[in-house]
């Protein structure tokens, strides 16, 4: 299978160059040359196979022809190691909890799979490959995690000064090793245009064999679909029409899921959640598509104001806007209405969402309250300890951290404090 550049501006890139080059030439980002329904005997079957057997089904649906089956088999198995159970919440509101991987976010799954993928296409080549990843939080814990003493692969990961969660920061600049924290005097979007920046740089292109980790990435973005199948195999043959509420930011999670429904998986409705970095709901509403400058919230993975994944669902929907509207919808949280969202479910359904979940849920609750007919479950897209203060706050007690993340608390911080400024980022780089 080939990919076109959203841009269109670029030569078809094979798989190996889709993956490697992570952004295309002209700045576009790749996307299938087409997207086939998966077969009926897929579907047939949906109900009986385990998460690992339906991903690697998926999987081969669209790198079968790159990958011998034995080596994909493998890679989906390995990222896949940890569970990701449907949980009931209430009444037809369920969540997929996708936190249950090593740095207990749902990027895991992205991450794991890409830097399997990467050491697979490296071990076969000798140059060095240097991964540049710009990070709002849980990105650079997955990535660092993920690639941590991969062989052949350097990390760099860029993230906002004071902008992310200790605990957060505690994952990903304290590796040491392969993996270079690098701590920018400035916002999520400076360090996502200075990464962009770099691959655009000829000189360092040169030197380095630049890659990007982020969600432009189609290695990270291929394997988020999975689990949208395994949820609907979750609730069951008898659930009927399902709504899917997920959190974004960068819109890589939600745009692998509009990805699954063009294989076939029947989910009617997409709901797009965002915290009041609202580009998305707003072009939904209005139709026209405004970046602005992103705000800080309480849900921070999720504070951008210019989504990279939008121009791949554009792409995705032949940039009809009523095309897009017919599948997914938005809603927007402020932080108190978030704060509240915590609250409220955990006293009334002793269920505890994270500020990001919380976004998802409050969006399906209010979707389903006006669609009886319909039942549906949200992504669950971090741990709730991973963001203590909020946690601790709504339930009024002590959270304890789970182990996975305990083990991260006591390592000291090694980081390398940069302007927001490319050139200076350019001869870091270099050296
Ligand atoms: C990254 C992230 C999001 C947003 O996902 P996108 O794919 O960027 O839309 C939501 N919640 C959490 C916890 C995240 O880490």
């Not at 940890?82 to 997929?96: A, E, K, S, W």
């Not at 979940?357 to 399906?364: H, N």
């Not at 203060?389 to 182990?403: F, N, S, V």
Request: glycine fraction near 8%; include cysteine.
């Amino acid at each position: 299978m080939k990919y076109l550049s959203t841009n269109k501006q670029s030569p078809a890139a094979t798989l190996r160059e889709a993956v490697v080059k992570g952004l295309a030439p002209d700045g576009g980002l790749y996307m299938p040359e087409n997207i086939p329904p998966l077969p009926q005997s897929f579907f047939d079957r949906l109900y009986d196979m385990d998460l690992p057997e339906m991903s690697f089904h998926v999987a081969s649906h669209f790198l079968g022809e790159d990958i011998p089956p034995a080596d994909l088999k493998q890679m989906v198995y390995d990222t896949l190691d940890f569970p990701i159970p449907l949980v009931h919440v209430h009444d037809r509101l369920y969540t997929l909890e996708l936190f249950h991987g090593p740095t207990m976010a749902f990027k895991d799954v992205g991450a794991r799979f890409m830097a399997r993928l990467l050491g697979y296409f490296t071990a076969r080549r000798q140059q060095e490959i240097t991964v540049l990843v710009a990070t709002s939080g849980d990105t650079g814990s997955a990535v660092a995690n993920g690639f941590y003493r991969v062989p052949g692969i350097r990390v760099f990961v860029l993230y906002p000064k004071g902008q992310v969660s200790a605990i957060q920061e505690k994952q990903f600049a304290t590796l040491g090793g392969n993996i270079t924290a690098i701590e920018v005097n400035g916002t999520f979007d400076d360090c996502q245009r200075m990464v962009k920046q770099a691959f655009g740089d000829e000189e360092l292109n040169e030197r380095l064999q630049l890659t990007s980790a982020n969600s432009i990435n189609w290695a990270r973005l291929l394997p988020q679909s999975f689990y949208y199948f395994w949820g609907v195999a979750q609730m069951g043959k008898n659930a009927g029409k399902i709504a899917c509420a997920v959190s974004s930011g960068n819109f890589g999670n939600i745009c692998s899921g509009l990805i699954a429904k063009r294989l076939g998986l029947s989910i009617s409705r997409f709901i797009a959640a965002t915290n009041v970095n609202d580009v998305v709901p707003q072009y939904l509403s209005e139709g026209t598509f405004k970046p602005r400058p992103s705000v800080a919230t309480i849900a921070n993975a999720m504070d951008v104001g210019n989504p990279s994944n939008f121009a791949r669902i554009a792409e995705l929907y032949g940039h009809s806007h009523k095309n897009i509207c017919a599948d997914m919808e938005g809603f927007v949280c402020t932080d108190d209405q978030i704060r509240a969202t915590i609250r409220e479910v955990y006293s009334r359904w002793k269920y505890l969402p994270d500020p990001h979940g919380a976004v998802g849920y409050r969006a399906l609750k209010s979707y389903l309250d006006q669609h009886a007919d319909h039942s549906g479950f949200f992504i669950e897209t971090a741990h709730p300890a991973k963001f203590t203060e909020a946690a601790e706050e709504a339930t009024g007690e002590k959270i304890r951290l789970p182990d996975n993340l305990a083990r991260f608390a006591g390592r000291t911080k090694q980081a390398e404090e940069l302007s927001a400024d490319f050139e200076i980022l350019k001869t870091f780089l270099m050296n």
